[in-house]
């Protein structure tokens, strides 16, 4: 049993939540989950999942049932717009032999975590949020809108990037930015065998095959001022967006699927300065740093957070444990944030490289991907 944290509460379970209740259960802290949703069912496409965020599954103890679960790849092409290769990368595995890159269901992936969190002993009540919070020396008190109070030793917030606990503790001003883009998802049957991305014209499409049948496809485009599109419009807005490719990502365009399978949606930045957490309460995930999808770290550093605050918590006091995992997690958040904006604007503003450029943008490629790669293989 740990002697450091005895109780714990956690709000919100998307991937951050239901991690971080799976690694703390599992050194034998009493976990609550609280989760404002009715079920876990509906949770969007698919995810790619970069080799920082697989070694964390396999901290977490479940990176096999999700390798069997999701389709695994070693490569990431981009491509024109027509689908001819620009520049093709290895995505390596680690030395411990953790793949480069997986892509799965988000479903299948919420449901192993799930299944992780609840089977270690971890007590999940959906339909429920926190009403009331206060805190002091001794412990966090919390009233749930189940009318349950009960005590707890730290409270994480895992709420994603609309948490009311953040604002809570930090107010409205720490809430979400709008990046100028967005993004555009539905699922499909699969067409490629590995991450490949398309440069159009202003917008980028890739294809992430998430298992043998399946694939999703993602479209960023700009959309300035953040304007509202009525749901019921979105597979119209979505193949009127599409109008410039051919190929492979026309073909995708021309059986797209009913506008109740697409998903949109604007991309926000949060950016909350340090630190994450009260005396008693603690942010991670998209709560305290959502980030743009283009280097897939949204959820992978939500995993980090999970297993590096499992890690403190069940090692130190939580005076201590708070300060030391804001000093694993702060830097390396933020350089990731910057490196992913700094993609998504380059890869949004330059228009595609014509074929003499292709030698020079292949090479830049490359670099960038290595150093992206040498940073995330750091140790968290
Ligand atoms: C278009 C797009 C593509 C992306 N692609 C990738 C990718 O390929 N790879 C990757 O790693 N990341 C990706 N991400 C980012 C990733 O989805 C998020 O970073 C990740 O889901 C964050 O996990 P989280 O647990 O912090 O929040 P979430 O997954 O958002 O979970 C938050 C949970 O809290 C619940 N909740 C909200 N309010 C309350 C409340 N008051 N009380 C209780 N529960 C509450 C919500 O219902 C939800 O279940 C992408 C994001 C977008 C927008």
Known sequence: MNANVQRVLVSGAGIGGLAVAAGLARQGVQVDIVEARQDLTATGVGISLPNNALRMLKCLGVLDECLASGYVFDEYAMCDAAGETIVGMPLRASSDGVPGYLGIARARLAAILHTAATSAGAKLRLGVTIEEFTEDSQAALVRTSD?????????????????????????????????????????????????????????????????????????????????????????????????????????????????????????????????????????????????????????????????????ELTRRPLAEALPAFMRRRFDRVQHIQQASSAVMIREMTTPPPVAADRANVSAELAREMAAVRAYLDQPV
Not at 188 to 211: E, H, Q, W
Not at 254 to 283: C, G, K, M, Q
Not at 293 to 308: I, T
């Open 147 to 311: 009318g349950q109070e009960a005590e707890y030793d730290v409270v994480i917030g895992c709420e994603g990037l609309r948490s009311p606990l953040r604002a809570r503790l930090f107010g409205a001003a720490a809430g979400p930015v709008f990046t100028g883009y967005s993004c555009w998802r539905t699922r499909t049957k699969r067409r490629v065998t590995a991450m490949t991305k398309y440069v159009g014209d202003a917008t980028d499409a890739g294809l992430v095959p998430i298992d043998e049948d399946e694939m999703y496809l993602f479209h960023i485009t700009a959309e300035p001022g953040n304007p509202y599109h009525e749901p019921q419009d979105w597979r119209d807005l979505l193949e009127a967006r599409m109008a410039g490719y051919t190929g492979v990502v026309a073909e995708v365009r021309d059986n797209l699927p009913p506008a109740s399978e697409i998903i949109y949606s604007p991309l926000f930045e949060v950016r909350l300065p340090r630190p994450w957490h009260t005396e008693r309460a603690v942010l991670i995930g998209d709560a305290a740093h959502a980030v743009v999808p283009h280097l897939s770290q949204g959820g992978s550093q939500a995993l980090e957070d999970a297993v590096v605050l499992t890690e």
